[in-house]
């Protein structure tokens, strides 16, 4: 049954450490992201924002809880299970891009398809494609480190929808962006979420991200203060 | 770097495989080939020697073995190293009008030698063409002019080497009445061990035995530096699958970023040691390839010294080629499996945290 729910989340937590030196990350979160929409997580530095997508994409393990991914349960998931929702439902923007310095720009974009084992001919057009779209063509066979940091942060755009994903997380994506690099940079979401169909949650500061999300929750010390 | 220096040392890993045990088969091949192809049935050594050169006896003892009933011919040979035409040959000193009697060969040009004149000899095929020369040619023999009488095949070891009369060759030696070793012939094959029997009875000081048992009674010595050659192989190839494997680790260690990108973006865990066997087997073929061509470029320009002053070649064996990559692909893969498990459990939230 599609409840236009595509993930929800029962008493989540994450701890670091044991005893003294422990760190509660996240504490008790519930929260219900709706299809083919923007949700924005914001809150201070430590408030466990980046804690919780690295939760939803099943990068990390909760200490507590359950998360559910269009109806699955995939706190249960082996790693096997975790690494096919990485490939195939999830694309991630890290806040640091996080693009593989020795592959070129066209090789970063077609890496996640590489592992869905999808042919030559199809990344490649795939990644062409996606470049075009963000604004990076004609740079394809350059490095990383021969792009602006705003271009990096398109190439990692596009890199995480290579796979036609469901959600897309995205760490402060206009973190290391200036105004009207963010504002392009959102834009281009915008575009790709109502283009792809797929469902946002973004990490961040940018109050203007905030505002303009549909839905936003505030996290502070681990916990949803309001949203 | 890492990797340039790990293709290195398997290149170097097997040019010391192929360098070893291409010494091994070049001496046996030469050694064992030059004991079984002097003919006859029996051969008579001075007791304890393992190579006919090492060999060495009175003249005497062939008349004695001679006069052993059943035996129709006992023959002394002479062995001995010498230079012709700056290329070192295998000698022997033999009694020419015996000769026939001792070996099968056809002259392909020329005579045989056929008496105890001195500054004559006759020459194997494969010697002659190596030094271009053929029947009525001069050669310079330990740096003496000799005529070649003519040029004999024999598809054996011998023909590598050259016939001059046992007498010539004892005076070139600097014998008195000294052979290296006697050689039987006997009436009748069926009576080869009796007579075997009789002549270590006869004469206690030397050891007498088939001729197709000549290569076993150096075989000891082969099995002696295959051993040698073995050990020596299982230790480089663990030193080179520890330093290989350190250099794997290191190296994955420096690109434990680009890993754990992978595997964020979706890269499995057997995804992650698939990618790692990979590039493993690249280098492997690259330094397997190095150092084929290594091994092959520097083995055909060695010479090794096989006794005193014989020097041969060193014989490439295909078969030693074939191992040598299959060894050298082995072990760069056998030093991937730990590198390969270890990255492959890399926890990317934890890189990309504390780097």
Redesign the interface.
């Known amino acids: 049954m599609d409840d236009g729910i595509i993930l929800r989340t029962e008493g989540l937590g994450k701890t670091y450490g044991n005893g003294p030196e422990k760190t509660v990350a996240l504490d008790n979160v519930n929260l219900r992201v709706m299809r083919g929409k923007l949700l924005a997580v914001y809150g201070p530095s430590g408030s466990g924002k ?1 804690t919780l997508l ?1 939760l939803l ?1 099943g ?2 393990r909760p200490s507590s809880g359950r998360i559910y991914f269009d109806g699955v349960e995939v706190t249960s998931m082996d ?2 299970g975790l ?2 929702l ?3 439902a999830i694309g ?1 923007v ?1 806040q640091n891009y ?5 592959l070129t720009v066209l090789e970063n974009v077609m ?2 398809m590489m ?2 084992g999808k042919s030559d001919k199809e990344m490649r057009n795939r990644a062409e494609q996606l470049l075009h779209k963000v604004g990076i063509a004609g740079k394809e066979r350059r490095r990383p480190s021969q792009l602006s940091a705003g271009e990096q942060q398109r190439v990692a755009t596009a ?1 995480a929808l290579a ?1 036609g994903p469901r959600l897309v997380l995205m760490d402060e994506p206009t973190g290391n962006l200036d105004q009207e690099n963010s504002q392009e940079l959102m834009q281009l979401v915008n575009d790709m979420i109502r283009g792809e169909g797929a469902t946002c949650v973004v990490a961040t500061h940018n109050l203007d991200i905030v505002h303009e999300a549909p839905s936003k929750i505030f996290l502070k010390s681990g916990r949803i203060v309001s949203g | 770097m890492r990797t340039v220096l790990t293709v290195l040392g398997l290149a170097a890993l097997i040019l010391t495989y192929v360098g070893v045990q291409s010494l091994v088969s070049t001496l046996e091949i030469n050694v064992t080939g030059s004991v079984s192809s002097l003919g006859g049935e029996i051969d008579v050594w001075s007791k304890g020697a393992v190579f006919p050169l090492l060999s060495r006896l009175p003249e005497s003892y062939a008349s004695q073995v001679k006069s052993i009933s059943g035996v129709s011919l006992a023959t002394p040979v002479a062995l001995v190293q010498l230079t012709v035409d700056n290329n070192y040959a295998l000698v022997a000193g033999v009694v020419p009008a015996q000769f026939p009697h001792l070996l099968n060969y056809t002259m392909t040009s020329g005579t045989m030698i056929s008496s105890n004149q001195s500054g004559i000899l006759a020459i194997g095929k494969a010697l002659a063409a190596t030094i271009g020369k053929g029947a009525g040619d001069s050669a310079q023999l330990n740096g003496q002019d000799y005529r070649i009488s003519g040029v004999y095949e024999t598809n054996t070891w011998m023909d590598y080497s050259l016939v001059i009369p046992h007498t010539v060759a004892q005076q070139l030696i600097g014998w008195v009445n000294q052979t290296s070793m006697i050689v039987v012939v006997t009436q009748d094959p069926r009576n080869v061990n009796t007579i075997i029997g009789q002549i270590r009875t006869l004469l206690p000081t030397v050891d007498a035995f088939r001729t197709s048992e000549a290569p076993s009674r150096i075989s000891p010595i082969f099995a002696s530096l295959e051993a040698i050659a073995t050990d020596i192989t299982i230790i480089v190839s663990l030193s080179a699958v520890l330093g290989i494997m350190n250099s794997n680790l290191n190296n994955l260690r420096e690109r434990m970023r680009t890993f754990a990108i992978f595997k964020a973006t979706g890269a499995s865990y057997g995804q992650i040691i698939k990618l790692v066997f990979y590039e493993s087997f690249l280098i492997g073929v690259l330094g397997t390839l190095l150092g084929l061509a290594l091994s092959y470029v520097i083995l055909s320009f060695v010479s090794i010294p096989l006794i005193e002053t014989i020097n041969v070649k060193i014989i490439l064996v295909p078969s030693i080629f074939i191992y040598a990559s299959i060894l050298g692909i082995s072990i760069s893969m056998a030093a991937a499996i730990y590198p390969a498990l270890k990255i492959a459990k890399v926890r990317p939230q934890e890189v990309f945290r504390f780097g």
């Open positions: 980046t690295f994409g990068l990390d790693e096997r690494s096919k990485r490939r195939s991630f890290f996080n693009l593989v310095e020795e890496l996640t592992f869905e890199r796979n």
